[in-house]
């Protein structure tokens, strides 16, 4: 059974700073997708990674899958408290075709 | 281009009743994918169709069954519902492109009394 773990659980800074959340697992994934859930909706695709090392950026977001695909980071600079809510990293296996594995997620929340 | 549409938003259900529930996915995406959520298992996949075939299928009761028209959209049913079938509900549809990730519904929020 291939598990995701993130970490942390919960975070809860101040506009204007930096955050890491981690996403690990002993399995390989073949992709790895981060997605943003606010309450009472679905999660909302932010970005899909495929290359182990493969590093990529939208805005203030960067995100990195591992050298050997079992690990991913989601860095966010400047929060803005448009940012907060649950983040969620998923894996696509490469033995499981199209169902994802999904973390348990990060709460993260921005005060201003 | 209009999302994924489920329905109904929300639904309370007596204990032992049934239930079914609906997607529409994306124009043009084939396959579609039921995930349940709950505070304290996070997002956990149910089952995914494509072209009208369950592709896939985690790993829950026979009590859920789901299915595909030959118009992409989807429905998911659950029998003989239990206390702890509560949850959101949420549908993902894909064109199965390698890469190209799912864009989900908003869901929809089961309550079982």
């Known amino acids: 059974t291939q598990l995701l773990e993130q970490s942390p659980q919960f975070l809860s800074i101040q506009e204007g700073e930096n955050l890491t959340v981690y996403c690990n697992s002993s399995?390989?994934?073949?992709?790895l997708q981060w997605y943003r859930q606010e309450p009472g909706e679905g999660p909302v695709l932010l970005v899909t990674?495929?290359?182990?090392?493969e590093v990529k950026k939208l805005k203030r977001l960067t995100f990195q899958f591992g050298d050997a695909r079992k690990d991913s980071s989601l860095h966010i600079t400047a929060a803005q408290p448009g940012d907060t809510g649950l983040y969620l990293c998923?894996?696509?296996?490469?033995?499981?075709?199209?169902?994802?594995?999904f973390g348990e997620g990060t709460q993260l929340t921005v005060n201003p | 281009k209009a999302g994924v549409t489920q329905t109904p938003r929300y639904l309370i259900k007596t204990r032992g009743q049934q239930v079914t529930l609906s997607c529409s996915p994306i124009?043009?995406?084939?396959?579609v994918s039921w995930y349940q959520q709950t505070p304290g298992q996070g997002l956990q996949f149910l089952f995914e169709?494509?072209?009208?075939?369950?592709?896939n299928k985690g790993n829950f009761p026979g009590r859920f069954s789901g299915r595909q028209f030959s118009n992409s959209r989807s429905e998911m049913n659950v029998s003989t519902l239990e206390l702890g079938d509560s949850a959101l509900y949420l549908c993902?549809?894909?064109?199965?492109?390698?890469?190209?990730?799912?864009?989900f519904g908003s869901g929809t929020r089961l309550t079982v009394v």
């Open positions: 998923a894996g696509g296996g490469e033995t499981s075709g199209s169902r994802l594995t």
């Open positions: 993902a549809s894909s064109s199965a492109a390698p890469g190209s990730g799912y864009t």
């Open positions: 990674v495929v290359t182990g090392g």
């Open positions: 399995s390989v994934f073949s992709s």
């Open positions: 169709y494509f072209s009208e075939t369950q592709r």
């Open positions: 124009s043009g995406h084939r396959s």
